[in-house]
Nanobody, 125 residues
Framework: QVQLVESGGGLVQAGGSLRLSCAAS????????MGWFRQAPGKEREFVGG???????YYNDAVKGRFTISRDNAKNTMYLQMSSLNPEDTAVYYC???????????????????WGQGTQVTVSS
C-alpha cells in the first residue's frame, strides 16, 4: 500500500503561519484524490480540506480563506499552507489518500484508504 508521511508541525503563536507536507514514498500514482484531516484530544477526526488528482480543492468552512492545499505530483507531495492560525486549530494533522474516483473530494475519514502518522500543530494564545 501507499505510505504517507506528514511533516512540518510545531508550535506557533496565534496569527502565525505554518506549512505542512505530506510525502508519499515509492512509486505513487499522481491521480489519487487526497485530503487533510485533524484530530484534537477527545474529538472526532475532522475534515480540513481535500484536493483531487487534477488539483481542484475543497475546504471545511472553518478553515476556508486561511488554509490552502496544493500538490506537487513530480515530488509526490501534498502541502497544507496554514495562516492566521488560532488556538482552535491545535490538533494532530493527518494526510490521507483515497482509492475512490480521483475526480472527487472526500470529506469522511472512512473514504480514505491510506494515512500518514500525523504531525502535531500547537497554536499558542
Amino acid at each position: 500500500q501507499v505510505q504517507l508521511v506528514e511533516s512540518g508541525g510545531g508550535l506557533v503563536q496565534a496569527g502565525g503561519s505554518l506549512r505542512l507536507s505530506c510525502a508519499a514514498s515509492g512509486r505513487t500514482c499522481s491521480a489519487y484524490s487526497m485530503g487533510w484531516f485533524r484530530q484534537a484530544p477527545g474529538k472526532e477526526r475532522e475534515f480540513v480540506g481535500g484536493i483531487t488528482g487534477r488539483g481542484s480543492t475543497y475546504y471545511n468552512d472553518a478553515v476556508k480563506g486561511r488554509f490552502t492545499i496544493s500538490r506537487d505530483n513530480a515530488k509526490n507531495t501534498m502541502y497544507l499552507q496554514m495562516s492566521s492560525l488560532n488556538p482552535e486549530d491545535t490538533a494532530v494533522y493527518y494526510c490521507g489518500a483515497s482509492s475512490r474516483n480521483s475526480y472527487g473530494v472526500y470529506t469522511r475519514a472512512h473514504e480514505y484508504d491510506y494515512w500518514g502518522q500525523g504531525t502535531q500543530v500547537t497554536v499558542s494564545s
